[in-house]
């Protein structure tokens, strides 16, 4: 057993490494705690998987009362934090309710929604989620528009398409501090895994909210990660995507029709500095699928009907 | 007290934030753990951190002290590796990497160079690949590289970033040859030569993905780990080799790529704490000189600007 969880580690380590990035990963299956890891107790940088944390501070926060999901929010254009997605790419005042914000948050990673949730639910009480869920390696450090004001200043330039003009020059990547675990919003791929296992299982937060939860993970749009290791119609994959120059994660669960339901977390750096980069962005499906299947082998002597 | 040992404690406990995972990693018993962290507590007069049923967290002098007792467990370990150096009689040794396919004489001349700059420190030359290189200065294996970029460079000091344009080698009887200059798309339907892959995976796959982008896709690649492979393969009429400009071999001929479209990135790089910064410095300088005065490289200036169009899926915290 142990020979066949290395060979299989072994291939993803191989995956990794045809798609130039360093790899680290962790999944589990939700329901019997079985698990496969590489560098999974690894900090690694968060980026937008910060949300995640976020909205189960959010759905705990709405649970107890302490916030109205449905309260209405103003977001004017220039209070908005930069993103490519959603309310952030929006040029006129919008009204939404926090939940639907939240909804927009995950779906599209759109900053904006993000950073209004982020203001209502408050640093403290992510930080207080992050700590009652036991996850002892995971800090979430600052808003969207904190990492955006960071990697200005890191960067020493007025915008973020000046950052990436300038990514091939020598020593500007290491200036970064976004992109160094120790500095910015953090985990670990086990953590990460474990949060999205407590999602589905009901512990994360109420039933109903984890079940609110679970719906917005399922509309995330992109199909270009965790979603491409999975080209069956019968499968549903639910996730969180996270991108920062050389930085692509995805956090999620992977659910067969048979019942098997494995929370996945892959956390990559690429080794080019390039914003394009599909090999890296598939291989986050690839080496997803490769850890599932392992989990989804029947254990020695022990027959199992899943097929 | 046993100060490192109890030092030791602290930052795998500031670390974990948790005092059963700190007591898996140092291998000993949680007991034993609590009891060091509240004696070393009670030497330093402070709380180091605060403890509920829940969480262990740092208290404002335990972030402080964290810093400082991080410093001194590396220089403790620097003792420890100086004088595993010294027994082995490597004291005053530079180890130094360099790529397989620099020619004789320029790591000859680098020597000798290094040589006359720093007498009294000996050099260990060894031929090694950026990814092993990266790998060796970060376990403390090497102290100074020729690295071929782009590499993970995180926590490394670089020279200058040295330019080398590739060009090809096509066999001398290859209607190509008779050209000054080649368009990349011209080799289409050939096969390529390259150094390997696992020897530096970034300079490899921004290769490939310029050359296709310029209307070259081969389809087959040989990996050539050696150069003198590369040779005989176009020797052969098996492939094309891209490489830097080679020196004359029969049979072959070296050919530039119309507007240079490809060009390998070199710098020194070194890890900040060896204590070996001088012999490091001089390295660099001599390693810097010989390749651009003998091996066909040139500074450069500074990168020239990416364009980057954003999309989507791949901007700012997709």
């Not at chain 2, 160079?113 to 009294?120: D, G, K, Q, S, V």
Request: contains cysteine.
């Amino acid at each position: 057993m142990k020979g066949r969880m290395d060979s299989r580690l072994d291939r993803i380590e191989a995956a990794f490494r045809d798609a130039g990035v360093t790899g680290y990963l962790h999944a589990v299956d939700v329901d019997s705690g079985r698990e496969i890891g590489l560098r999974a107790d690894e900090p690694v940088v968060l980026a937008s998987v910060f949300k995640v944390p976020l909205l189960v501070a959010f759905f705990r926060h709405a649970a107890a009362g302490r916030l109205d999901p449905a309260q209405q929010v103003t977001l004017r254009p220039e209070d908005r934090c930069a993103g490519p997605t959603g309310v952030s790419t929006l040029l006129d005042e919008v009204r939404m309710s926090l939940r639907d914000l939240a909804c927009l948050m995950i779906t599209v990673s759109d900053n904006a929604a993000a950073d209004a949730v982020f203001a209502a639910v408050g640093p403290e009480a992510v930080d207080a989620t992050v700590a009652e869920l036991g996850l002892h390696a995971t800090r979430v450090v600052g808003s969207g528009s904190d990492l955006h004001a960071m990697m200005l200043a890191d960067g020493g330039v007025d915008d973020l398409g000046e950052l990436w003009a300038r990514l091939g020059e020598p020593g500007v990547l290491q200036r970064l501090r976004a992109l160094d675990p120790l500095s910015t919003s953090r985990s670990t791929p086990r953590e990460m895994a474990r949060l999205m296992a407590k999602i589905w299982r009901d512990e994360a937060a109420p039933p109903a909210e984890c079940a609110q939860m679970r719906r917005i993970f399922g509309l995330q749009v992109w199909p270009h990660r965790l979603s491409s290791g999975f080209p069956y119609d019968d499968v549903r994959v639910s996730g969180k995507t996270g991108t920062l120059p050389t930085i692509r994660n995805e956090i999620g669960v992977v659910e067969y029709p048979d019942g098997g339901r494995y929370a996945v977390a892959v956390f990559t750096r690429s080794l080019l500095p390039t914003a394009v980069l599909p090999q890296a962005d598939a291989v986050i499906g690839t080496s997803a699928r490769l850890a599932v299947e392992a989990l989804r082998r029947p254990l020695p002597g022990r027959p199992q009907a899943r097929g | 007290m046993n100060l490192v040992g109890h030092l030791q404690c602290f930052v795998a406990v500031a670390e974990e934030l948790h005092f059963g995972r700190a007591a898996d990693r140092l291998g000993m018993a949680q007991p034993p753990l609590s009891q060091r962290i509240k004696r070393l507590e009670r030497e330093l007069g402070v709380r180091l951190f605060e403890r509920s049923s829940r969480r262990v967290e740092l208290t404002a002098p335990g972030r402080l002290l964290l810093e400082e007792a991080r410093e001194i467990l590396a220089r403790v370990d620097r003792i420890h590796s100086l004088a595993e150096r010294a027994r082995r009689g490597e004291l005053g040794a530079l180890r130094a990497g360099v790529p397989a396919d620099l020619t004789g004489a320029v790591v000859a001349a680098l020597i000798a160079e290094f040589r006359a700059r720093c007498p009294e420190v000996r050099l260990e030359l060894r031929e090694i690949g950026t990814s092993e290189q990266v790998r060796a200065l970060a376990e403390g294996a090497l102290d100074v590289g020729v690295l071929r970029h782009p590499c993970e460079v995180r926590d490394l000091g670089l020279g200058s970033m040295l330019g080398q344009p590739v060009g090809v080698l096509v066999p001398s009887g290859d209607p190509l040859a008779a050209a000054p200059e080649v368009h990349l798309a011209d080799l289409a339907g050939r096969d390529l030569a390259l150094f390997a892959r696992d020897e530096a995976p970034g300079p490899y796959d921004e290769l490939l993905a310029a050359c296709r982008r310029h209307g070259y896709d081969p389809a087959a690649v040989h990996e050539a780990r050696q150069p003198q492979f590369a040779v005989g393969l176009v020797l052969a009429g098996s492939a094309v080799a891209l490489t830097p400009r080679t020196p004359d071999t029969p049979g072959v001929t070296w050919l530039p790529l119309v507007g240079e479209p490809l060009l390998l990135r070199v710098s020194c790089a070194w890890r900040r704490d060896t204590g070996h910064e001088h012999a490091v410095a001089e390295f660099t300088a001599a390693a810097t000189g010989v390749l651009c005065e003998q091996a066909g490289m040139s500074p450069l200036p500074s990168a020239p600007p990416r364009r980057v169009v954003p999309r989507p899926a791949s901007g700012f915290l997709a």
